[in-house]
């Protein structure tokens, strides 16, 4: 589809024809085949519409952990944030509300923004699409609708953390450990810490150096290396 748009005090016309697609994922091991379901699901949107493939940008957040509680730690949706002042961009598509955000108060904030910019804003699962111009009673039904899928999506983070929170205070409450283990222990049987087989021995080690002044930290880690005990994981 597209459009256009007039630059202020001049007779050019700026066609807008770019679509940003934004994709994120929680937390990299949750679901390996959600970043591919997601950008399949917004390219296929996009073609639908008649928006030409080559105008298509991709902004996935993949890697690492992405919380959509907030709008920080997310570089690429910062990237395609600063996209938004470009006046050839029509769209910003995701395949769902809640990749964008579990965040009532942000989520109606970025979608005013594209609205008074000019720019489309489609939520493909939630049959949801914000365009310019539109019916005022069809912007008026719509917005509800973005109010109450974006509720839900905030409802359901606030419930997994809290959830998360006693699980972890039950936990402790027990004297089992959560979380990653430290350098030289694993979990044991009963969810206690005990030492690490082929760890321990180099936190010994560590420590032994360390309290006999074998130097700076980089130091006895040279010695460290220099007698086969090398870092790699826990």
């Known amino acids: 589809r597209g459009g256009s748009v007039t630059a202020p005090g001049k007779d050019i016309v700026t066609k807008r024809d770019i679509v940003l ?4 994922l929680s937390w990299g091991k949750d679901d390996s085949g959600s970043p591919r379901r997601q950008s399949t699901a917004m390219t296929r949107w996009a073609k639908a519409n008649h928006y030409p493939v080559t105008k298509l940008e991709l902004y996935a957040d993949v890697e690492g952990r992405h919380s959509g509680r907030k709008d920080t730690g997310r570089p690429e949706w910062q990237r395609l944030k600063e996209r938004l002042s470009d006046p050839q961009v029509a769209a910003v598509v995701v395949e769902s509300i809640d990749r964008l955000f579990r965040n009532l108060k942000l989520l109606l904030s970025f979608v005013d923004d594209c609205i008074a910019r000019g720019i489309r804003f489609v939520a ?3 049959n949801l699409d914000f365009q310019p111009g539109n019916n005022p009673m069809e912007a008026a039904m719509s ?5 109450q899928f974006g509720a839900l999506a905030e409802m359901w983070a606030n419930l997994t953390s809290a959830k998360m929170t006693m ?3 039950a936990k402790r409450t027990e004297g089992k450990h959560w979380g990653t283990c430290p350098f030289g222990t694993m979990l044991g049987q ?6 690490h087989p082929d760890t321990h ?4 080690r560590l420590y032994d150096l360390y309290a006999n002044r074998a130097g700076g930290w980089a130091a006895i880690a040279d010695q460290l ?4 005990l090398y870092y ?3």
């Open 225 to 228: 290396t220099s007698e086969g």
């Open 124 to 126: 493909i699962a939630e």
């Open 190 to 195: 009963d969810g206690t810490l005990i030492p």
């Open 167 to 169: 699980h972890v205070a």
């Open 21 to 24: 697609m934004h994709s994120r």
């Open 201 to 204: 021995p180099r936190l010994l």
């Open 232 to 234: 790699r994981d826990r």
């Open 143 to 147: 917005r509800m609708s973005l109010q």
